[in-house]
């Protein structure tokens, strides 16, 4: 008996793809895309290094408007985890379309449906929940509620962490002085333990994570008023380059915190809801933070966000108010309960892990075969892929990065724009075929890179 195709695989002959019938970008995107920009400013770098346009999205698969179809290594950015207009996802956001689209925060047998949901697959314990409708808007939420509940007043966060562009949000990222943000008083940043690249190490050269933690007392004390209501942390960072810090950094973590009368947020936005094989990326460190964020997978595209905490910190929740225009409306309630669902009855969890083995072992035999490639790293299905001058020097390679980046998306692979790191970002519904595919790709656009730079 031959097996049933799963459902983004129906109507597509995934030998065939991907297929790139013009070039990409091709000649009507281009049209397209020089009207947009001639209205929108300040496009993000993934569109203008690429500006394609693309007109329908199923499943792994990106079809832009000259017809070109892209394997999709991007999910959006991190966002459509599940693939793209799953059917059961489709249907209920229109189903909640056609019936009720707002209530303010009124509750809906939708949003009772979905909160009892999250309350069960979320670690235990966890039991205080708000919506909201962007992963800024559930970030400040958090710093709301922390400063509630601790009567504190600043927050330490980690360089390369990123967390949105509200104010309190640019205030715990990189900034330049092009952005036009300043940093709100009592926000710091502290250095975070990046293993390829640690800053504090023992003598045998490995990363000290300890060592770190010594720094954040000596920081602490020195810097700060002490009055910290919380140290916020992105448990991977996404925009910093997939970058995992040492299995025993956040029990530390905690310790730290613990110690200090302070919570421990983990911005869980775009780690979060099976990215990582897990529903919370803490999860695979048995960490549980004293308030988490979600976003993107949560909808998997719809704008839905949430801040969840356990018992202790239900009652400051009750202090920050909840309600936005947006957050929690019965179409955003219908995305994340059915995408919730099918994370469940698709087993998508096991299937992240099952394609992270898969891509790391891939990745660490381009590794050795490719001197440009410095470090690669994954969990689940948020990886990446480090490029460097000289494996020795770990130099980056900021244009060996962009070269890469822009052939593969010629070739036909829809991923997020890199400078020395190379960020993917893969559906967890893939199977291994389509990952191989998509990772061959990266392959070819990486030895043809070396080859042009002479390596
Ligand atoms: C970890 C993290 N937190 C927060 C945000 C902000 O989310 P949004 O763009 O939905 O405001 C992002 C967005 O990339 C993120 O990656």
Redesign the pocket.
């Known amino acids: 008996m031959s097996k049933r195709l799963p459902w983004w695989k129906e109507g597509y002959d995934f030998s065939q793809l991907p297929k790139m019938k013009t070039g990409s970008p091709g000649p009507e995107s281009r049209r397209l895309h020089a009207r947009a920009a001639g209205i929108i400013k300040g496009l993000s770098s993934q569109v203008k290094l690429h500006p394609v346009c693309f007109k329908e999205g199923f499943g792994v698969v990106l079809t832009d408007v000259d017809g070109n179809r892209y394997i999709d290594f991007s999910s959006g950015?991190?966002v459509t985890t599940l693939g793209h207009c799953h059917p059961k996802i489709s249907e209920a956001v229109a189903r909640a379309a056609r019936t009720m689209m707002n209530c303010h925060d009124f509750t809906t047998p939708v949003k009772v449906e979905l909160l009892e949901k999250m309350v069960r697959i979320l670690p235990e314990g966890i039991n205080g929940i708000q919506l909201y409708d962007?992963?800024?808007t559930a970030?400040e939420a958090a710093l709301r509620a922390a400063r509630a509940y601790t009567g504190k007043h600043e927050f330490l966060g980690f360089m390369m962490d990123?967390?949105?562009?509200t104010g309190h949000?640019v205030s715990l990222a990189k900034m330049n002085s092009a952005n036009g943000a300043g940093r709100a008083q009592g926000f710091y940043m502290v250095p975070k333990p990046y293993p390829y690249r640690p800053l504090f190490k023992r003598t045998d050269g490995s990363i000290d994570t300890d060592a770190y933690i010594d720094y954040y007392e000596y920081f602490l004390a020195n810097a700060t008023t002490g009055q910290v209501a919380a140290f916020i942390a992105?448990p991977i960072q996404?925009?910093g380059g997939s970058v995992i810090p040492p299995d025993d950094f956040y029990s530390k973590l905690k310790k730290f915190c613990q110690k200090h009368d302070m919570l421990l947020i983990a911005?869980e936005?775009?780690t979060g809801m099976g990215r990582t094989g897990k529903y919370l990326a803490m999860e695979h460190w048995d960490v549980t933070a004293d308030i988490s964020?979600l976003?993107?997978g949560f909808g998997n595209g719809f704008p839905v966000?949430a801040m969840v905490a356990d018992e202790r910190i239900k009652d400051a929740f009750e202090k920050i108010s909840a309600s936005t225009s947006y957050g929690g409306n019965p179409m955003a309630c219908a995305a994340a309960l059915a995408s919730i669902e099918v994370i469940e009855e698709e087993c998508l969890l096991e299937n992240a892990l099952r394609l992270e083995d898969y891509f790391i072992k891939r990745m660490e035999k381009m590794k050795r075969e490719h001197k440009i490639i410095g470090d690669v790293r994954a969990k689940g299905c948020l990886l990446g892929i480090e490029m460097v001058r000289d494996q020795q020097s770990k130099e980056p390679f900021d244009e060996a990065g962009k070269m890469v980046y822009a052939k593969a998306f010629r070739k036909g692979l829809a991923w997020v724009p890199a400078g020395h790191i190379l960020r993917l970002s893969p559906s967890i519904i893939m199977d291994k075929e389509v990952a191989a595919k998509g990772m061959d790709i990266v392959e070819e656009a990486i030895y043809e890179t070396e080859k042009e730079l002479g390596y």
């Open positions: 950015i991190y962007s992963g800024a970030v990123f967390h949105g562009k949000a992105e996404g925009w911005d936005v775009l964020t976003g993107k966000t």
